[in-house]
């Protein structure tokens, strides 16, 4: 399941978002977007002796890509006008 999916269309779930250009959607199969780290996580502290704190902060950087073409579709929307 997909965080921040609005509903489901045919069995796809469906996801708004502003990274697209106007007016194009994808219809994608499971298996067809995968997720690679590019950086493994990375652990770093921070110690605040008068406050007698230690911060301790953790960051991991990864990409979706596709996987498998055959399994996505694009469909570009030409508004009438």
């Given amino acids: 399941i ?3 999916a609005i509903g489901m269309l045919m069995g796809c779930q469906v996801v708004i978002t502003a990274r697209l250009p106007q007016n194009t959607n994808f219809i994608v199969k499971p298996g067809a977007v995968r ?3 590019k950086k493994a996580v990375e652990i770093e502290t921070d110690r605040e002796a008068l406050k007698k704190t230690t911060n301790v902060i953790a960051d ?6 596709l ?14 006008p």
């Avoid at 498998?68 to 570009?76: G, H, I, N, Q, Y």
């Fill in 2 to 4: 997909y965080d921040g």
């Fill in 60 to 65: 991991q950087h990864y990409v979706a890509f």
């Fill in 35 to 37: 997720i690679e780290t």
């Fill in 67 to 80: 996987y498998d073409e055959s399994k996505a579709v694009k469909v570009t929307v030409t508004p009438t």
